[in-house]
């Protein structure tokens, strides 16, 4: 196979995020996908963006993903692609069209967003943008459902007597 010039690779961001740092292996297993996609695509990872122990609820904790962002309107931009694990990695937002912003924003300022997990066609065809709302809509209430179930027990717990919380 012949050697690849300089020109001809791809520059890519990788952003992971795990929830809890309950998730040792979380980020270790997101990062190998990117760099096996990486790998088979002609691209270089020289940029890397984490939010450790960080819900997908929302930004405002998530630096990692706003430091992200922020580069992506650098001149020059210093990569053309960002690779993610799966649209539930990029987050879980309860409004499904602040994911859309945030690669909206990316895309805009010419870095596509690519879910390496995720089966998606070009961002042109119709059922792309079909399928990612529905995964977007799929991420957000698994933590709604998520949260009702905690809450669920909680009250159970609080009911059977058992104290919630510090002493």
């Not at 740092?21 to 096996?36: F, K, N, P, V, W």
């Not at 992506?72 to 053309?80: I, N, S």
């Not at 990316?106 to 042109?124: I, N």
Request: proline share 2%.
């Amino acid at each position: 196979m012949a050697q690849l010039d300089e020109e001809q690779v791809v520059r890519a961001a990788a952003y992971v995020r795990m929830s809890s740092d309950r998730q040792e292996l979380s980020m270790g297993t997101q990062l190998a996908a990117i760099h096996t996609y990486a790998g088979a695509h002609h691209m270089e990872v020289v940029r890397f963006y984490e939010d450790a122990a960080k819900s997908g609820l929302q930004i405002a904790n998530r630096d990692g993903m706003k430091r992200l962002l922020r580069e992506v309107m650098d001149e020059p931009r210093p990569f053309d692609v960002v690779l993610v694990y799966d649209v539930s990695r990029w987050g879980r937002f309860q409004d499904i069209d602040a994911a859309a912003y945030y690669e909206y924003t990316c895309r805009l300022h010419g870095a596509k967003v690519v879910y390496v997990q995720e089966g998606f066609g070009s961002d042109e065809e119709p059922m792309t943008a079909l399928l990612k709302t529905l995964k977007r809509a799929m991420a957000a209430e698994y933590v709604r459902e998520l949260g009702v179930k905690t809450r669920a027990g909680q009250d159970r717990a609080v009911h059977l007597g058992y104290q919630m919380g510090p002493l």
